[in-house]
């Protein structure tokens, strides 16, 4: 069974605008939401995590937004470059458990 | 520090044949992972580590076995390999079980097999 449904698989965005990636997740013993990128022919790197007893965290252009009722979280790219583009991937992860569960992925391309 | 590394980047094996993909990490972590990762698909975890001298499988380990051999390594063996397992392998290194969402990610094996 998919524990993190992420969409949509793939965006086009103009450079300038918002990228908006959004998950969902079913275990509610998830206590850490990573956002990975990965560019082609490399390995992900992580981009930002949030824990849910917070409900936005933001890092330079990059905001993880967060609702612990819906079960959903999000990842806003503010004023998208094309240097952004890439494929974008978010996760799940408890202390309880020992692995990382990835959503499928969503390719972001940002257009000049 | 290299962080990562994996070996080799890319293999292509007939149907049948055997092989064991290298990983190291040199950043003094516990947990470490192996992924494959197909399109439309993710990645998805194939065996993982949580500490030396433990192993335990993933959601996908089927055709697959692995050996811990030290703090800084982690192996994975195909038997005999199989066109379905033609796939981006990715290892992976976390400081400890407990921080799985901080994993480090090698650059990845692509192997192809006819």
């Known amino acids: 069974q998919q524990q993190v449904k992420q969409s949509p698989q793939s965006l086009i965005v103009q450079k300038g605008g918002i990228s908006i990636i959004n998950c969902a997740y079913e275990?509610?013993?998830?206590?850490?939401f990573p956002w990975y990128q990965q560019f082609p022919g490399k390995g992900p790197a992580l981009l930002i995590a949030i824990r849910p007893d917070v409900s936005e965290k933001k890092e330079g252009r990059f905001t993880i937004s967060f609702n612990k009722s819906a079960k959903q979280f999000s990842l806003h790219i503010m004023d998208s470059q094309p240097g952004d583009s890439a494929t974008y991937f978010c996760?799940?992860?408890?202390?309880?458990?020992?692995?990382?569960?990835f959503g499928k992925g969503t390719t972001l391309s940002v257009s000049s | 520090n290299a962080g990562v590394t994996q070996t080799p980047k890319f293999q292509v094996l007939k149907t049948g044949q055997s092989m064991t993909l290298q990983c190291a990490q040199d950043?003094?972590?516990?947990?470490m992972y192996w992924y494959r990762q197909d399109p439309g698909m993710g990645l998805r975890l194939i065996y993982y580590?949580?500490?030396?001298?433990?192993?335990d499988k993933g959601e996908v380990p089927n055709g697959y076995n692995v050996s811990r051999l030290n703090k800084r390594e982690f192996s994975l063996r195909l038997e005999s390999a199989a066109p379905s397992q033609t796939s981006v392998y990715f290892c992976a290194s976390s400081p400890t079980s407990g921080t799985a969402y901080e994993q480090y990610f090698g650059p990845g094996t692509r192997l192809t097999v006819t």
């Open positions: 950043m003094n972590h516990n947990s």
């Open positions: 275990n509610t013993a998830f206590d850490y």
């Open positions: 580590s949580a500490s030396e001298g433990t192993t």
């Open positions: 996760a799940a992860s408890s202390q309880a458990g020992t692995a990382l569960i």
